[in-house]
């Protein structure tokens, strides 16, 4: 399957994905298993590992380890097959979205996990709207197959209405629940069975010819293999067959069926992704679009992580190749400052782990340690003035005031809150009046994230108190009009990490009035990532 046929062959084997779903539908599992199918560790580790088991590779912060949930997004490169994997797993839970809808600009598919019993989430629904937006194509796992799930039929109508997508079976389950045996390979004719006891191991696959092959009853009891029968006319007569255009589209996603927690459907799905998901895309930016067969290099940033290791204290830029070939080494005009920087540490992400990148080509994911010059948005490229556009950025619609346990320590807080806000991990105001700095995050979780960070990386305890504010506007207008406006309201005036004005409130009222009051100056409830 080739969509862009004149690719370079080293672009053309890069398949670049991020993990969406609703919180707790698997994603992480299923990125240990990927993992392990890959080849790049040895043993899968546990989301919730107890004791001295171990313990994912994507989760690797101390907070996603001590409640086993994800609360960033974590970048994978590895091999599998002929293909070269970049994954990102993204955390579910709605607080930490606006890091997966970042994400979500720096891939060329998504892997759409549902958990079996529960169907087409809330959470599912957003992410997969933000997908269409973009059309990207859209392969979806059902997961959980292990315990009692929904009928097929039901979860694949779901997705088809909820979702507006045409959706077409890659594997059929057989029997539910304790019952459930292993899966029809629809798009091979293989039969692939479960096995309980070994959680780690590659499924047995069987070869069948046809559905009417004698050796489908050998392995399959009835009355399940009469009901998957039954079930898989069916689905054939009312269900569409796979149309590889159709999935690069968007318009299409093909559905498998497994238990990632058992190692069962994720080789198939890996092989769908490599066989059917697109190849690294055109990028939209401006003056133009970038392909990825350009020969010149051009990136852009989409996530900084700082302290990632507490060993080297660094501060680590995400960086999407859009096109080229990459080498360590080489300089490249960072656009939004116009300054050349030579990239001599690239590395390329196994979650916590990262290894020097030699090379690296467009689709790929490197990071670029640095000293807080990369930010969220920034491209990078061999001199031409190109910008990739369309990276999101919420509004803070939560303020509270963040203090430093000892008062000593203002200072050292005022420095972690900005790595902090850099990074885009939360919005940090210092108010011209009073003391303490003001927080804006998108979901109460992230102020959580913020204190165990805060604590655990710099050594500082802090509390987080309830703010006389609630809504932050950054104020824009021609100098003479702002400096007005900033003396009338000094009590309501602050200044984010840029340095750039932002007025706070806690009334809807007063945002109207500054727009009667002031028609120069305009009140935007977020800040455009680039300048
Ligand atoms: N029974 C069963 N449990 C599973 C399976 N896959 C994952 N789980 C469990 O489901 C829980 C959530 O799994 P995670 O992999 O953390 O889910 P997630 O989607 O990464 O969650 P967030 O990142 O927090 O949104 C864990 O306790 C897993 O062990 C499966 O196939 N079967
Ligand atoms: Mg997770």
């Known amino acids: 399957m080739s969509n862009r046929p004149d690719l370079p062959a080293e672009i053309a084997r890069r398949r670049t994905f991020a993990i969406i779903s609703h919180p707790d539908a698997g994603k992480t599992t299923l990125t240990e298993k990927f993992l392990l199918y890959g080849g790049a560790i040895q043993m899968a580790g546990q989301v919730r590992a107890k004791g001295e088991a171990r313990r994912t590779r994507s ?30 797993d993204t955390p579910g839970h709605s ?3 606006e890091d997966t809808y970042r994400t ?10 549902i958990d079996g019993a529960k169907g087409v989430e809330s959470q599912t629904q957003k992410l997969f ?45 057989i029997g539910v629940g304790r019952e459930f045996i292993g899966c029809y390979d629809i798009l091979r004719d293989k039969l692939e069975l479960m096995d309980r006891a070994d959680r780690n191991k590659i499924a047995t696959s069987i070869s069948i010819k046809g559905l009417d092959d004698p050796k489908l009853a050998e392995h399959v009891p009835e009355p399940l293999l009469s009901k998957f029968l039954e079930e898989i006319e069916m689905a054939k007569e ?24 058992n190692s069962f459907g994720v080789k198939e799905l890996m092989d769908g992704i490599g066989t059917y998901g697109p190849e690294p895309q055109v990028q939209s930016a401006t003056p133009r679009n970038v392909a990825p067969e350009e020969t010149k290099v051009t990136g852009f940033v989409f996530k900084v992580q700082a302290n990632m290791d507490p060993k080297h204290r660094d501060r680590v830029a995400f960086v999407r190749l859009a096109s080229g070939h990459f080498e360590r080494g080489m300089k490249l005009t960072h656009v939004r400052t116009k300054k050349v920087m030579a990239i001599t540490n690239p590395v390329l992400f196994l979650a916590a782990d990262r290894e020097l990148a030699e090379e690296a080509w467009a ?8 000293h807080g010059q990369l930010r969220i948005g920034d491209t990078l490229t061999e001199g031409e003035a190109i910008r ?25 807080l005022e420095k972690a809150l900005m790595q902090f806000a850099e990074e885009g991990a939360a919005k940090v105001f210092k108010p011209s009046f009073g003391s303490g700095f003001i927080v804006g995050v998108v979901g109460p979780l992230q102020f959580e994230v913020l204190a165990s960070r805060i604590e655990l990386e710099y050594g500082l305890p802090v509390r987080f108190e309830s703010s006389q504010f609630t809504s932050a506007r950054w104020v824009k207008g021609e100098k003479a009009a702002v400096d007005k406006f900033i003396t009338a309201n000094k009590q309501h005036i602050a200044t984010d990490n840029d340095g750039d004005t932002v007025y706070l409130t806690r009334l809807q009222w007063d ?3 500054v727009q009667r009051d002031y028609p120069d100056v305009t009140l935007t409830a977020t800040k455009e990532m680039m300048v």
């Open 388 to 412: 990739v556009s369309g990276i999101p950025s919420f509004a803070p619609e939560l303020l509270q005031t963040c203090r430093a346990g000892d008062p000593m320590k203002a200072k050292h």
């Open 129 to 173: 709207e933000v997908c269409r937006l973009r059309d990207l194509p859209i392969l979806t796992f059902c997961n959980k197959m292990d315990r009692e799930s929904r009928d097929t039929f039901e979860i694949i109508d779901e997705i088809q209405e909820n979702l507006a997508i045409d959706v077409t079976p890659a594997s059929w389950p």
């Open 104 to 113: 979500l600009t720096a891939v060329d598919a998504a892997v759409m996990v």
């Open 95 to 97: 607080d930490f979205s």
């Open 511 to 513: 945002i109207d009035r």
């Open 59 to 88: 989760d690797f912060m101390q907070m996603e380890k001590d409640r086993g949930i994800s609360v960033s997004a974590s970048a994978m490169s590895f091999d599998f097959e002929k293909y070269r994997f970049n994954l990102v």
């Open 238 to 261: 009312l269900l569409p067959p796979l149309d590889p255009q159709a999935l690069l589209d968007g318009t299409m996603t093909p559905i498998w069926f497994g238990s990632a927690m």
């Open 363 to 370: 689709g790929d994911i490197i990071g670029i340690p640095n």
